[in-house]
């Protein structure tokens, strides 16, 4: 056997002096660690324990690394450079890439919200660039490592991140203490909450509002959205409202204090979820209540909104507060651990993010749950009542695209969100989007009392601002004695003779709110219009909604807009007590993208010259004088005036102070005037042809106004005739057609409407609205086009599905049809949209009751005798409108406001 000769190639010369190879060691132990740790967070969610200890370890390990690495690589790089200038290059990249990494590192943690944008971005890189240029440089450079020994390098990273995974998997870290993650230990809770919808996922009531009241951590990331909020009704939802602080002091005196409960739903959190020590109940149903503790203080507060999982769109509160993520070292005394929690959060927001935006907080649904109000029988001890109901207003409007008969439709839709939460400035918020914008949080709306509390003129310009958007008042028509009427009389300018009886037609037209006008409790606020006619400046000979300056009260015999109820005792409703609601006498209320027309008849002053000046202004007010009564006695110190404590930042009072609720702001949120000459002669002639005279951009909309005005009132006859001058004014103005139809429909002229529909169709072939009509029409001419009717309503629905009444009418002809099953399905999906309907309850028992399913139709009869409307209101309501001839008058859905003691005409009488 030969020996083989021996090698005559060199043992590898080491590039390392004897101190370099353990720091070598330590540098690679450092780098898998730091990488591993890295690869974890990039894939964790943050909120972990194991986040927690992989971002202290990353950090602290990664800062060690730098000056170690200096240490070895600048001598080294000398060394190298002067034998291989090539490798030495290689390691000065590594050495770079290091000190990106590193560099963009202490950024983010100088400026975490980088982490979204290219810091971000450049840290990972850079630390993927490190470990991979690293490996090269091992492999290719002096004496190159195995291939087995950089490939433990990398098992290393990867063991260190999973295993880091694992742990998060198997511990995800604490939540609030609301959350169990039970529906069924939050459904069993109800009983602590009842009457309100309310519940909570820790399955009963907690021992601290701290959770609730913790607003600083918010504010410490969310700066411009916590100043708002500070500032808006949602934070003074509680008893830093006096009007709620006195309602709550009213239900206690008079009613079971468990009853409170319903109103703490949404008021009041912090008070329904903790437990008092000595009762055991919820402090808002405890025999004693501190008015003035920090948690009777603290409104709607962060966490309830965003932590919150509503359950349907039911209202009263129907949610289930859940919990949210808690970083590790939140509560810490610690200020640097403190400071590494925030900077965590930052890095990592998703699951802080994901626990605090429930499923449908960026929809209108969402809102429901607040801003829809319907005290229960066992709060009313009479009946289910709706109290407010601002949501299924909304979405059953031409505002959402979801209701295809509406007069009109915007080109895109909105969701109470873009008109409520505009976007507002704030780049220094982590949640803001690439525009560096954020929702508002004042959430603007109509409520003027709060800020005059606290003597907030900037908040009060706000609303008034907002306000201005919402309607549009003209003096549409003037009827001249004989009944001519002069539609848009800017432009048709008619003459008024002195003596002669004259009738103005304003109209209110809801143009930009996008649920009906007013909204919130219409029973407590005060909306009226304004009129006034005078000659060439003179003061007013006649005027109706003035506002007295000496008693603060509104003329009663003005056109207000208000929902007016009373009480089981018989005396109005204006203790804002949900508990007393009983009989509605009356509402008058504008729909979205509707219109109200009221009228004014008077007499031009004998002898006038000049000009006839007519002016009606829409003004609002919070609140009305008579609701403010109990804020007065439980809060008065005298008269109109009331004690307030106002703040100097949240839940930290300030001195008390007087304010004068007599002096609260009234808004002129709309006007429209119209000046007409007086002449000896008058205008003794025909009105003129509309389409004849000098039309503006808008005027074909205003006389549509006028039209719908007629036709919610009742009035079809006159609505046709002017829809029809609609349609002279724009022949291709296809809801003019549809519009005709209407109120053809209405008289049920059903070849007119047919002809009326079929012209819109010819000038928008398959237009959902007119096909909707024509369903009408079909369904209840003589003998009945069931079929057609079912093909018409299940194409709008093709286009439509959220049209509520295409269900109905779909379920209607399909019961006529005998098809009940198929009912059936159409009102289980009706009912997924609206599952308090009356007329789908209706339905459904019909459809049950045909099938012989005795069950299922005495369960849709409970449901229809709940949400019927109260059949026996008419009769109670009688003696109120007898006895106050104001009200009577208001309540008819078509009624003159006349001036006082205007003579009998010596002609004939101008209008109706």
């Known amino acids: 056997m030969t020996t083989p000769p021996p090698s005559t190639k060199s043992a590898p010369v080491s590039v390392l002096t004897p101190w370099q190879r353990p720091v070598v060691r330590l540098l690679t132990l450092g780098t898998v660690l730091v990488g591993g740790t890295g690869l974890f967070l990039g894939a964790s969610t943050g909120a972990s324990p194991g986040a927690a200890s992989a971002f202290v370890a990353h950090v602290v390990v990664g800062a060690l690394l730098v000056p170690l690495l200096l240490a070895f690589a600048v001598p080294h790089a000398v060394t190298q450079t002067k034998r291989k200038p090539l490798i030495a290059l290689s390691g000065a990249v590594v050495l770079l890439a290091a000190l990106a990494a590193t560099a963009s590192g202490v950024s983010l943690l100088i400026d975490p919200p980088g982490a979204r944008g290219s810091v971000g971005l450049l840290h990972t890189v850079t630390g993927l660039a490190v470990l991979a240029l690293y490996l090269l440089h091992r492999r290719f450079g002096s004496n190159p490592a195995p291939w087995a020994s950089l490939g433990a390098g990398v098992a290393g990273v990867a063991v260190v991140g999973l295993g880091l995974l694992l742990w998060e998997a198997k511990d995800g870290g604490p939540t609030s203490v609301f959350e169990t993650g039970s529906a069924e230990a939050a459904e069993a809770a109800r009983v602590h909450f009842f009457p309100t919808a309310a519940t909570s996922g820790a399955g009963g009531l907690t021992l601290t509002s701290d959770e609730i009241r913790d607003v600083a951590s918010c504010a410490s990331c969310h700066r411009v959205i916590t100043d708002e909020w500070k500032r808006s009704a949602h934070r003074h939802a509680s008893m830093t409202n006096p009007v709620y602080r006195a309602t709550i002091h009213d239900l206690r005196d008079r009613f079971p204090k468990t009853d409170a409960r319903w ?44 932590s919150i999982e509503p359950q349907s769109t039911n209202g009263n509160a129907d949610f289930v507060v859940r919990g949210r993520k808690v970083y590790a070292w939140e509560k810490s005394g610690s200020e640097a651990l403190r400071k590494a929690h925030d900077i965590l959060l930052r890095l990592k927001p998703a699951a802080h993010a994901k626990s605090l935006t429930p499923d449908n907080i960026q929809t209108s649904a969402f809102c429901s749950v607040c801003h829809k109000a319907e005290p229960p029988p066992e709060l009313t001890r009479w009946r289910w009542a709706r109290a407010q109901d601002e949501y299924d207003a909304h979405d059953d409007s031409g505002v959402t695209l979801n209701n295809v008969r509406s007069f009109y439709h915007p080109k895109d839709a909105s969701r109470c969100q873009d008109c409520h939460m505009p976007l507002v400035a704030d780049r220094d918020d982590p949640a803001a989007d690439g525009a560096g914008m954020v929702r508002s949080h004042l959430f603007a709306a109509a409520n003027t009392m709060l800020p005059h509390l606290r003597g907030d003129e900037d908040m009060i310009r706000k609303i008034k601002s907002f306000l201005a958007t919402s309607c549009r008042v003209d003096v549409s028509e003037v009827v001249l004695p004989g009944d001519r009427r002069f539609v848009l009389p800017w432009q048709s300018k008619p003459a008024v003779k002195p003596g002669e009886v004259v009738e103005a037609h304003v109209v209110v037209r809801n143009k930009g709110v996008g649920h009906r006008f007013p909204g919130g409790t219409v029973d407590s606020n005060e909306v009226w219009l304004a009129f006034e006619a005078s000659v060439d400046g003179e003061p007013a000979f006649y005027a109706s909604g003035r506002l007295d300056p000496a008693t603060g009260r509104v003329d009663e015999s003005a056109e207000f807009y208000r929902a007016y109820w009373i009480r089981k005792d018989g005396t109005r409703f204006v203790s804002r007590v949900a508990n007393d609601l009983h009989t509605l006498v009356y509402v008058t209320r504008i729909g979205p993208g509707t219109a109200d027309v009221v009228r004014y008849r008077f007499r031009v002053p004998e002898g006038a010259k000049g000009r006839l000046e007519l002016k009606a202004t829409l003004r609002y007010r919070k609140f009305a004088p008579d609701v403010l009564g109990s804020v007065y006695k439980y809060l008065g110190v005298g008269g109109t005036k009331i004690r307030h404590v106002p703040e100097k930042d949240f839940l930290v009072k300030a001195d008390p102070v007087v304010v004068d609720m007599s002096l609260l702001p009234v808004v002129d949120m709309a006007s429209g005037s119209l000046s007409l000459p007086v002449t000896a002669e008058g205008t003794p002639g025909a009105p003129p042809e509309v389409t004849s005279l000098p ?190 001839p104001n009200l009577h008058r208001l309540a008819q859905p078509i009624h003159v406001h006349e001036q006082p003691g205007l003579a009998p005409p010596s002609e004939p009488a101008a209008g109706r």
């Open 263 to 306: 109103c703490a739903g949404c008021h009041d959190p912090a008070l329904l979820y903790r437990q008092d020590a000595a009762s055991g109940l919820p402090p808002i149903a405890a025999p004693e209540l501190d008015f003035e503790s920090d948690d009777a203080r603290t409104g709607l507060t962060c966490v309830i909104c965003h």
């Open 695 to 884: 039309l503006g951009p808008d005027d074909r909309d205003r006389v549509n106004d006028l039209a719908i005005a007629h036709l919610i009132q009742g009035d079809p006859d006159r609505a046709r005739e002017l829809f029809r001058l609609v349609t002279r004014i724009d022949p291709k103005y296809a809801d003019g057609f549809v519009n005709v139809a209407r109120a053809a429909f209405a008289k049920q002229d059903f070849d007119d409407a047919t002809v009326a529909v079929g012209e819109a169709l010819r000038l928008r072939p398959g237009f959902p609205k007119a096909l909707f009509f024509r369903g009408m029409v079909r369904r209840n001419s003589p003998g009945g086009d069931f079929a057609g009717a079912e093909a018409d309503f299940r194409a709008v629905l093709a286009t439509w599905p959220r049209e509520r009444e295409a269900h109905r009418r779909l379920a209607d002809v399909l019961f006529q049809q005998d098809r009940f099953a198929d009912a059936l399905e159409v009102l289980g999906r009706y009912k997924a949209i609206d599952p308090e309907d009356w007329e789908a309850w209706y339905w459904e028992m019909r459809c049950h009751e045909a099938l012989g399913d005795v069950e299922r139709a005495a369960a849709a009869k409970t449901a229809f005798d709940k949400y019927r409307p109260d059949d026996d209101m008419l009769h109670r309501r009688g003696p109120y409108l007898l006895d106050d």
